[in-house]
């Protein structure tokens, strides 16, 4: 299964001292490709996906261009296509809410 996304979204930054409190909201568009293994006449399928994002985090800046970030994409799925073989049923659905968590080196250009 291969998927392929992309986001739209907006972010507030409350600071405090060298501290960052990011949180952005926004939407997420993707496109979802599998091909079924072990059966007679295997057909690819494709279909989008959508999901609102919230995504909070926190973030270090010992330097006006480098920080320490961490952070959290909440996603709730409001489109979440199934993958179905003949016979068997469904076999693949994406789950209601997912979670991608994140840590990074950001380098800002004041």
């Known amino acids: 299964m291969r998927v392929a996304t992309?986001?739209?979204?907006?972010?507030?930054?409350p600071r405090w001292r060298r501290?960052?409190?990011p949180v952005c909201a926004g939407l997420?568009?993707?496109?979802?490709?599998?091909?079924?293994?072990?059966?007679?006449?295997p057909r690819p399928a494709g279909?989008?996906?959508?999901?609102?994002?919230?995504s909070p985090g926190l973030a270090w800046?010992?330097?006006?261009?480098?920080?320490?970030?961490?952070?959290?994409?909440?996603?709730?799925?409001?489109?979440r296509?199934?993958?179905?073989?003949a016979g068997l049923g469904e076999l693949a659905r994406s789950q209601p809410v997912g979670l991608r968590p994140?840590?990074?080196i950001e380098a800002r250009f004041p």
Do not use: K
């Open 47 to 54: 279909d989008l996906w959508l999901a609102a994002q919230l």
């Open 28 to 41: 997420e568009l993707g496109y979802v490709h599998a091909v079924a293994r072990g059966v007679a006449d």
């Open 81 to 85: 296509p199934g993958f179905h073989v």
């Open 19 to 21: 501290l960052e409190f």
């Open 61 to 79: 800046a010992p330097t006006r261009v480098l920080a320490l970030t961490l952070g959290l994409d909440i996603l709730v799925a409001l489109r």
């Open 102 to 104: 994140m840590l990074g």
């Open 6 to 13: 992309g986001a739209v979204r907006g972010c507030g930054v």
